[in-house]
């Protein structure tokens, strides 16, 4: 992982390619819960494909990969009808610029 030393084992294939990702946020802040975050937003073609992929697998994790790199793990829950992943909550704000870094190779 990009900030975090732990093992998951991908898929060689990508479920989701990078044309299938809509867009990426620059670093936001929330006052409200007063963490900073990044919204990874995903094209309808790649919600029908994480609800394909969650029928056939219910519980599976998916990671968010960029050159080799795992950026974030996020699940997908029954009827995922939300169209983008929130990344950061819980990453101090060092790490997610280093996150945001490598996210601006798929789209800047």
Same mark, same amino acid.
Request: proline share 6%.
């Given at each position: 992982? /990009?900030? @975090?030393?732990?093992? $998951?084992?991908? #898929?060689?294939?990508?479920? =989701?390619? %990078? @044309?299938?990702?809509?867009?990426?946020?620059?670093? *936001?802040? @929330? +006052? %409200? &819960?007063?963490?900073?975050?990044?919204?990874?937003? &995903?094209?309808?073609?790649?919600? %029908?494909?994480?609800?394909?992929?969650?029928?056939? $697998? +219910?519980?599976?994790?998916?990671? $968010?990969?960029?050159?080799? @790199?795992?950026?974030? %793990?996020?699940? /997908?829950?029954?009827?995922?009808? /939300?169209? #983008? /992943? *929130?990344?950061?909550?819980?990453?101090?704000?060092?790490? $997610?610029?280093?996150? *945001?870094? *490598?996210? #601006?190779? =798929?789209?800047?």
């Amino acid at each position: 992982m /990009v900030i @975090d030393q732990a093992k $998951l084992c991908i #898929s060689k294939k990508p479920i =989701i390619t %990078v @044309d299938q990702i809509d867009f990426i946020t620059p670093i *936001r802040y @929330d +006052p %409200v &819960f007063e963490w900073y975050y990044i919204d990874v937003g &995903f094209s309808p073609t790649a919600m %029908v494909t994480l609800n394909k992929t969650y029928t056939s $697998l +219910p519980n599976t994790k998916f990671a $968010l990969v960029v050159d080799n @790199d795992i950026i974030c %793990v996020f699940a /997908v829950q029954e009827d995922f009808a /939300v169209k #983008s /992943v *929130r990344i950061g909550q819980d990453a101090p704000l060092k790490h $997610l610029q280093i996150i *945001r870094e *490598r996210l #601006s190779k =798929i789209k800047p």
